[in-house]
DNA sequence: AAGTTTTTATTGAACGTTCAATTAACAAAA
DNA sequence: TTTTGTTAATTGAACGTTCAATAAAAACTT
């Protein structure tokens, strides 16, 4: 009879390792030798439990994926309070949580994103996880102000979220997750009480104030 | 004497024929011999002009770096007045550009940010870039507010600009320009505007309003 | 003993680099 | 004007390396 139950083992031990040679070496030079070095194995492993490195690839980003979305839906199921800022609040924390795992999923995360765009499979994940932030965030701003508004609302939150994440992994210093969260808080909250001022206001121009007059350059 | 001066188009034509073989096939397909291939030459020359495939790319990197630094300073240079809110918009401005002139630097542009993480040189130059916006928001925003809100302000910027950029590259429908720099004003004007109104009340609670009815933090 | 897991050795394809040969431009010599 | 010499520019085939995939042997578990 056969050794049972290594197949669940190797495959998360292989993603991992998967994860830590991209992290070490880049994506480019994360070759099945070096991964299968990581997991302490041998490279014909590879094929025979994902059938080649492409498909080692594939599991390994739609793993940092659900743990992704892993990580936003328990946060907001575990709110006391169902109003839209907690949520909103939940979302942001839940995609600051993988660079706080670790920086291996940071940088294996940006090295999908990059390729994604010339790997089709990666590109179906890759655009799955960006619409259902979009999704979640328009759904929540919805609540409370006109679907124009909150599909713009919704593009900068998700902007700024990315973005932060993306300096801090490219930060030696790393990300200062702390920080990147106040920001992010900031920028919703000024998104809700901006659309309650103006429909409070009922004025029409909703565009820009002139905070200071100056002359020197930079 | 041979063919003269044919070292300066070379370059050039190199240069952007790397950029092409980026967009159509990824950084990891990007081989010299395609790229020659779509600089029209031979194989040989990339060595004889670069050194080898690796003064290519960095040499292609410093191009996309220099035009950006020009995009952005000819745009403030061009001012007629000189408040901080213009520069910002000029800074904006200039920062889009380079998604405006074209989807082969773009892609180009995020290959490189993901290996820079991996290839020393590349690195050196990223951060230069990225320090140089940090620095450029940093002295605007510090013209109207104290030190420690000049810093977040530019983090916020500079990570929304980032990331509405990111998100256009990676978006197959392209980067919607007129919506981003919007987003960006209304950011920065934010910024402004915040500060103006917290100095103006003199209160010590520079935090965040209450948008609707809550309680506990995410 | 029987069958699955794992290793090891091998294969063929693809890559960047190199370099001897060729081409083209120009000046000097005839 | 024509010829010859010189040299940068350019080619492309050959080379050595590296990689992922494969297959057959070995090890291990039930």
Request: glycine share 6%; hydrophobic share 40%.
């Amino acid at each position: 009879m056969p050794k049972v139950g290594m197949e669940p083992i190797r495959r998360r031990q292989l993603i991992q390792a998967t994860m830590q040679a991209i992290d070490e070496a880049g994506l480019a030079d994360a070759t099945v030798a070096r991964i299968a070095r990581h997991a302490g194995v041998s490279t014909g492993i590879i094929s025979h439990y994902f059938g080649g490195k492409d498909g080692l690839m594939e599991a390994t980003m739609r793993q940092i994926l659900t743990d992704l979305r892993s990580a936003v839906s328990e946060r907001r199921a575990a709110l006391a309070d169902d109003d839209v800022r907690s949520h909103l609040r939940a979302v942001i924390d839940g995609n600051f949580d993988r660079s706080q795992v670790s920086q291996s999923v940071s940088k294996t995360w940006l090295a999908f994103w990059a390729s994604s765009m010339h790997r089709i499979p990666l590109e179906r994940l890759q655009r799955v996880n960006d619409r259902r932030l979009i999704s979640n965030l328009c759904a929540l701003f919805r609540r409370c102000m006109p679907l124009n508004e909150a599909r713009d609302s919704a593009a900068g939150l998700a902007a700024l979220i990315d973005g932060l994440w993306l300096r801090g992994t490219l930060d030696p210093t790393g990300l200062d997750v702390e920080r990147a969260r106040r920001l992010a808080y900031e920028y919703a909250d000024y998104q809700l009480t901006r659309h309650m001022a103006a429909s409070l206001n009922a004025t029409d121009s909703p565009t820009s104030p002139e905070p200071s007059k100056e002359r020197t350059h930079g």
